[in-house]
Protein backbone atom coordinates (compact mmCIF):
# COMPACT_ATOMS: atom_id res chain seq x y z
CA UNK A 1 0.00 0.00 0.00
CA UNK A 2 1.46 3.25 -0.63
CA UNK A 3 0.00 6.46 0.69
CA UNK A 4 1.17 9.39 0.69
CA UNK A 5 -0.08 12.29 2.95
CA UNK A 6 1.09 15.74 1.82
CA UNK A 7 0.18 17.74 -0.92
CA UNK A 8 -0.99 20.97 -2.41
CA UNK A 9 -3.76 21.92 -5.19
CA UNK A 10 -4.50 25.26 -7.17
CA UNK A 11 -6.71 25.44 -4.04
CA UNK A 12 -3.45 26.63 -2.77
CA UNK A 13 -0.33 26.57 -4.20
CA UNK A 14 0.29 23.70 -6.01
CA UNK A 15 -0.49 23.69 -9.97
CA UNK A 16 -3.38 21.06 -10.45
CA UNK A 17 -6.81 21.16 -9.73
CA UNK A 18 -7.74 18.98 -7.22
CA UNK A 19 -9.38 15.88 -9.23
CA UNK A 20 -5.96 16.39 -11.59
CA UNK A 21 -4.04 15.77 -8.69
CA UNK A 22 -6.11 13.26 -7.40
CA UNK A 23 -5.68 11.57 -10.85
CA UNK A 24 -2.30 11.96 -11.08
CA UNK A 25 -1.91 10.22 -7.67
CA UNK A 26 -4.10 7.14 -8.60
CA UNK A 27 -1.49 6.97 -12.26
CA UNK A 28 1.68 7.11 -9.97
CA UNK A 29 0.36 3.64 -8.25
CA UNK A 30 -0.66 6.05 -5.00
CA UNK A 31 -3.40 3.62 -2.99
CA UNK A 32 -3.92 6.77 -0.03
CA UNK A 33 -3.68 10.52 -1.08
CA UNK A 34 -3.60 13.20 1.41
CA UNK A 35 -4.77 16.52 0.42
CA UNK A 36 -3.03 19.47 2.31
CA UNK A 37 -3.67 22.52 1.16
CA UNK A 38 -2.34 25.36 2.66
CA UNK A 39 -4.72 26.87 5.36
CA UNK A 40 -7.94 25.97 3.16
CA UNK A 41 -10.65 23.03 2.86
CA UNK A 42 -11.42 24.79 -0.45
CA UNK A 43 -10.30 21.72 -2.46
CA UNK A 44 -12.00 18.49 -0.72
CA UNK A 45 -15.11 17.72 -2.37
CA UNK A 46 -13.89 18.31 -5.44
CA UNK A 47 -10.73 15.54 -4.34
CA UNK A 48 -13.46 13.86 -2.72
CA UNK A 49 -15.43 13.03 -5.69
CA UNK A 50 -12.56 12.32 -8.05
CA UNK A 51 -11.17 10.05 -5.48
CA UNK A 52 -14.45 8.37 -5.28
CA UNK A 53 -14.01 7.62 -9.77
CA UNK A 54 -10.52 7.00 -9.48
CA UNK A 55 -11.08 4.51 -6.98
CA UNK A 56 -8.39 5.60 -4.34
CA UNK A 57 -8.54 6.86 -0.65
CA UNK A 58 -8.36 10.53 -0.34
CA UNK A 59 -7.51 11.97 3.46
CA UNK A 60 -9.15 15.50 3.70
CA UNK A 61 -6.43 18.10 5.19
CA UNK A 62 -4.60 21.06 5.50
CA UNK A 63 -1.62 22.44 6.36
CA UNK A 64 -1.60 25.18 8.41
CA UNK A 65 0.53 28.13 9.05
CA UNK A 66 1.55 28.58 12.56
CA UNK A 67 4.30 30.51 14.23
CA UNK A 68 6.36 28.55 17.51
CA UNK A 69 8.83 30.54 19.44
CA UNK A 70 8.82 33.21 16.95
CA UNK A 71 9.60 30.57 13.83
CA UNK A 72 7.31 29.48 11.18
CA UNK A 73 6.12 26.29 11.16
CA UNK A 74 3.60 24.23 9.18
CA UNK A 75 1.13 21.80 11.01
CA UNK A 76 -0.68 18.92 9.09
CA UNK A 77 -4.07 19.04 10.02
CA UNK A 78 -5.94 15.30 9.34
CA UNK A 79 -9.99 15.35 9.22
CA UNK A 80 -10.65 17.90 11.18
CA UNK A 81 -14.30 19.66 10.97
CA UNK A 82 -13.88 22.35 8.71
CA UNK A 83 -16.59 24.08 10.14
CA UNK A 84 -15.48 24.40 13.74
CA UNK A 85 -15.68 28.22 14.19
CA UNK A 86 -12.07 28.62 15.98
CA UNK A 87 -11.08 26.75 12.97
CA UNK A 88 -12.67 28.93 10.35
CA UNK A 89 -11.36 31.93 11.76
CA UNK A 90 -8.13 31.40 12.51
CA UNK A 91 -7.61 30.14 8.93
CA UNK A 92 -9.50 33.12 8.02
CA UNK A 93 -6.82 35.24 9.79
CA UNK A 94 -3.70 33.61 8.12
CA UNK A 95 -5.66 33.72 4.25
CA UNK A 96 -6.29 37.28 5.11
CA UNK A 97 -2.68 38.08 5.73
CA UNK A 98 -1.60 36.51 3.47
CA UNK A 99 -3.71 38.10 0.65
CA UNK A 100 -3.08 41.97 2.60
CA UNK A 101 0.35 41.91 2.25
CA UNK A 102 0.58 41.54 -1.55
CA UNK A 103 0.34 45.11 -2.33
CA UNK A 104 3.50 45.87 0.53
CA UNK A 105 5.55 43.06 -1.82
CA UNK A 106 4.91 44.36 -4.69
CA UNK A 107 5.83 47.78 -3.78
CA UNK A 108 9.18 46.50 -2.43
CA UNK A 109 9.85 44.65 -5.91
CA UNK A 110 8.97 48.01 -7.74
CA UNK A 111 11.13 49.50 -5.56
CA UNK A 112 13.99 47.03 -6.66
CA UNK A 113 12.74 48.05 -10.10
CA UNK A 114 10.77 44.90 -10.30
CA UNK A 115 8.25 45.16 -13.29
CA UNK A 116 5.54 43.47 -11.07
CA UNK A 117 1.43 44.53 -10.65
CA UNK A 118 -0.73 43.30 -7.91
CA UNK A 119 -2.59 42.46 -10.75
CA UNK A 120 -0.37 39.72 -12.37
CA UNK A 121 -0.19 38.19 -8.70
CA UNK A 122 -4.25 38.36 -8.34
CA UNK A 123 -4.49 36.92 -11.69
CA UNK A 124 -2.16 34.33 -11.26
CA UNK A 125 -3.23 33.26 -8.02
CA UNK A 126 -6.87 32.10 -9.93
CA UNK A 127 -8.76 30.49 -7.55
CA UNK A 128 -6.31 29.78 -4.90
CA UNK A 129 -7.99 30.78 -1.02
CA UNK A 130 -5.39 33.09 -0.86
CA UNK A 131 -2.35 34.44 -3.03
CA UNK A 132 0.73 33.60 -1.37
CA UNK A 133 4.64 34.26 -1.90
CA UNK A 134 4.39 31.18 -5.14
CA UNK A 135 1.98 33.30 -6.65
CA UNK A 136 3.98 36.23 -6.67
CA UNK A 137 6.66 34.32 -7.65
CA UNK A 138 4.81 32.92 -10.57
CA UNK A 139 4.21 36.73 -11.83
CA UNK A 140 7.66 37.35 -11.83
CA UNK A 141 7.92 33.95 -13.87
CA UNK A 142 5.45 35.35 -15.96
CA UNK A 143 7.24 38.46 -16.71
CA UNK A 144 10.72 36.90 -17.56
CA UNK A 145 12.32 38.11 -14.19
CA UNK A 146 13.33 34.92 -12.89
CA UNK A 147 13.34 31.27 -14.48
CA UNK A 148 11.19 29.67 -11.62
CA UNK A 149 9.70 29.44 -8.51
CA UNK A 150 13.07 28.73 -6.57
CA UNK A 151 14.85 31.60 -8.03
CA UNK A 152 12.25 33.73 -7.19
CA UNK A 153 12.24 32.84 -3.32
CA UNK A 154 16.53 33.07 -3.23
CA UNK A 155 16.53 36.42 -4.98
CA UNK A 156 13.35 38.18 -3.72
CA UNK A 157 11.31 36.74 -1.63
CA UNK A 158 12.92 34.11 1.14
CA UNK A 159 13.65 36.01 4.53
CA UNK A 160 16.40 38.68 4.21
CA UNK A 161 15.61 39.18 0.96
CA UNK A 162 14.12 42.79 -0.48
CA UNK A 163 10.58 41.28 -0.97
CA UNK A 164 9.89 39.48 1.87
CA UNK A 165 7.36 40.45 4.01
CA UNK A 166 6.01 39.31 7.44
CA UNK A 167 2.29 37.84 7.64
CA UNK A 168 0.50 36.79 10.33
CA UNK A 169 0.30 32.99 11.78
CA UNK A 170 -1.18 31.37 14.23
CA UNK A 171 0.35 30.43 17.08
CA UNK A 172 1.41 26.62 16.74
CA UNK A 173 0.10 25.11 20.64
CA UNK A 174 -3.07 27.34 19.72
CA UNK A 175 -3.52 25.53 16.55
CA UNK A 176 -3.15 21.98 18.06
CA UNK A 177 -5.50 22.65 20.10
CA UNK A 178 -7.99 23.91 18.09
CA UNK A 179 -7.91 21.01 15.49
CA UNK A 180 -7.99 18.40 18.11
CA UNK A 181 -11.09 20.32 19.21
CA UNK A 182 -12.09 20.36 15.59
CA UNK A 183 -12.25 16.41 15.84
CA UNK A 184 -8.76 16.11 13.81
CA UNK A 185 -4.94 14.90 14.33
CA UNK A 186 -2.11 16.96 13.69
CA UNK A 187 1.53 15.64 12.21
CA UNK A 188 4.59 18.48 12.71
CA UNK A 189 5.04 19.19 8.81
CA UNK A 190 8.78 18.86 7.86
CA UNK A 191 10.04 19.81 11.36
CA UNK A 192 14.02 20.34 10.42
CA UNK A 193 13.47 21.80 6.86
CA UNK A 194 14.23 24.28 5.21
CA UNK A 195 11.49 26.58 6.19
CA UNK A 196 11.74 25.64 9.32
CA UNK A 197 15.58 25.53 10.17
CA UNK A 198 15.00 26.18 14.26
CA UNK A 199 15.18 22.74 15.24
CA UNK A 200 12.47 21.23 17.47
CA UNK A 201 14.27 18.75 19.88
CA UNK A 202 13.10 15.83 21.71
CA UNK A 203 12.01 18.03 24.73
CA UNK A 204 10.21 20.33 22.46
CA UNK A 205 8.57 17.40 20.56
CA UNK A 206 7.42 15.95 24.16
CA UNK A 207 5.87 19.10 25.18
CA UNK A 208 3.80 19.16 21.95
CA UNK A 209 2.70 15.59 22.19
CA UNK A 210 1.33 16.59 26.10
CA UNK A 211 -0.46 19.12 24.16
CA UNK A 212 -2.17 17.02 21.59
CA UNK A 213 0.61 16.60 18.98
CA UNK A 214 0.31 13.05 17.44
CA UNK A 215 3.40 12.98 14.73
CA UNK A 216 6.15 14.03 12.82
CA UNK A 217 6.69 14.00 9.28
CA UNK A 218 10.29 12.63 9.19
CA UNK A 219 10.43 11.29 5.72
CA UNK A 220 10.45 14.74 3.59
CA UNK A 221 12.68 16.33 1.25
CA UNK A 222 13.58 19.05 3.05
CA UNK A 223 15.48 16.78 5.41
CA UNK A 224 18.39 14.75 5.22
CA UNK A 225 19.01 11.02 5.54
CA UNK A 226 20.77 11.64 9.06
CA UNK A 227 17.66 14.27 9.95
CA UNK A 228 15.08 11.18 8.95
CA UNK A 229 16.32 8.93 11.15
CA UNK A 230 16.92 10.85 13.99
CA UNK A 231 13.44 12.25 14.05
CA UNK A 232 12.28 8.74 13.54
CA UNK A 233 13.33 7.68 16.66
CA UNK A 234 12.07 11.08 18.60
CA UNK A 235 9.02 10.25 17.33
CA UNK A 236 9.28 6.48 18.68
CA UNK A 237 10.71 7.06 21.71
CA UNK A 238 7.57 9.68 22.13
CA UNK A 239 5.05 6.87 20.94
CA UNK A 240 4.55 9.40 17.80
CA UNK A 241 3.13 8.54 14.46
CA UNK A 242 5.92 8.63 11.71
CA UNK A 243 4.72 9.90 8.41
CA UNK A 244 6.34 10.31 5.32
CA UNK A 245 5.01 12.07 1.90
CA UNK A 246 5.65 13.85 -1.03
CA UNK A 247 4.72 17.30 -0.37
CA UNK A 248 3.91 17.38 -4.24
CA UNK A 249 3.07 20.88 -5.88
CA UNK A 250 2.62 20.13 -9.12
CA UNK A 251 5.09 21.86 -11.04
CA UNK A 252 5.45 24.40 -8.63
CA UNK A 253 7.94 22.45 -6.78
CA UNK A 254 10.98 20.33 -8.12
CA UNK A 255 11.78 16.86 -7.17
CA UNK A 256 8.76 16.19 -4.91
CA UNK A 257 6.93 13.77 -6.94
CA UNK A 258 4.04 12.21 -5.95
CA UNK A 259 5.07 8.70 -3.81
CA UNK A 260 8.65 10.08 -3.55
CA UNK A 261 8.21 9.58 0.44
CA UNK A 262 5.30 7.45 1.80
CA UNK A 263 3.94 6.88 5.03
CA UNK A 264 3.89 3.09 6.00
CA UNK A 265 0.27 1.56 6.39
CA UNK A 266 0.93 0.36 10.32
CA UNK A 267 1.80 4.48 11.04
CA UNK A 268 -1.48 5.25 8.66
CA UNK A 269 -3.57 2.97 10.29
CA UNK A 270 -2.56 4.72 14.00
CA UNK A 271 -3.03 8.25 12.62
CA UNK A 272 -6.80 7.35 11.30
CA UNK A 273 -7.14 5.62 14.94
CA UNK A 274 -6.25 9.00 16.64
CA UNK A 275 -8.39 10.93 14.40
CA UNK A 276 -11.51 8.23 15.18
CA UNK A 277 -11.07 9.00 18.55
CA UNK A 278 -10.62 12.70 18.50
CA UNK A 279 -13.74 12.74 16.30
CA UNK A 280 -15.33 11.22 19.10
CA UNK A 281 -14.31 12.98 21.73
CA UNK A 282 -14.94 16.40 20.10
CA UNK A 283 -18.48 15.72 19.25
CA UNK A 284 -18.11 16.88 15.27
CA UNK A 285 -19.21 16.06 12.49
CA UNK A 286 -15.58 15.18 10.87
CA UNK A 287 -14.63 14.17 7.28
CA UNK A 288 -14.66 10.14 6.73
CA UNK A 289 -11.53 9.01 4.70
CA UNK A 290 -12.70 8.61 1.28
CA UNK A 291 -12.02 4.56 0.49
P1 LIG B 1 3.53 32.23 2.10
O1 LIG B 1 2.75 31.42 3.10
O2 LIG B 1 2.68 33.04 1.20
O3 LIG B 1 4.63 33.00 2.75
O4 LIG B 1 4.23 31.16 1.13
C1 LIG B 1 4.95 30.10 1.69
C2 LIG B 1 4.95 28.92 0.74
O5 LIG B 1 5.86 29.15 -0.29
C3 LIG B 1 5.46 27.66 1.40
O6 LIG B 1 4.42 26.99 2.06
C4 LIG B 1 5.98 26.87 0.24
O7 LIG B 1 4.96 26.11 -0.37
C5 LIG B 1 6.44 27.93 -0.72
N1 LIG B 1 7.91 28.08 -0.70
C6 LIG B 1 8.67 28.51 0.33
N2 LIG B 1 9.97 28.55 -0.01
C7 LIG B 1 10.04 28.14 -1.31
C8 LIG B 1 11.10 27.97 -2.25
N3 LIG B 1 12.38 28.25 -1.94
N4 LIG B 1 10.78 27.50 -3.49
C9 LIG B 1 9.49 27.24 -3.82
N5 LIG B 1 8.45 27.38 -2.98
C10 LIG B 1 8.71 27.83 -1.73
ZN1 LIG C 1 3.13 25.31 -0.59
FE1 LIG D 1 5.23 23.23 4.33
FE1 LIG E 1 3.41 21.63 1.96
Not at 45 to 74: C, K, P
Not at 122 to 148: C, F, N, Q, T
Request: net charge negative; hydrophobic share 45%.
Amino acid sequence: MRIDLHTHSLASDGTQTPAELVEAAARAGLDVLGLTDHDTADGWTEAARAAETAGISLVRGMEISTRHEGRGVHLLAYLPDPAYPPLVERLALILDGRNARVPAIVERLQDQGVDVTEADVRRVAGASAAAGRPHVADALVERGVVADRREAFDRFLSPGRAGHVHRYAAELVTMIATVRDAGGVTVMAHPWGRAAPGTLDEAAFAGLAELGLSGIEADHRDHTAEQRAELREIATNLGMVVTGSSDHHGLGKVDHDLGCFTTAPDQYARLLELAAAAAVRSGRTTPEVVA
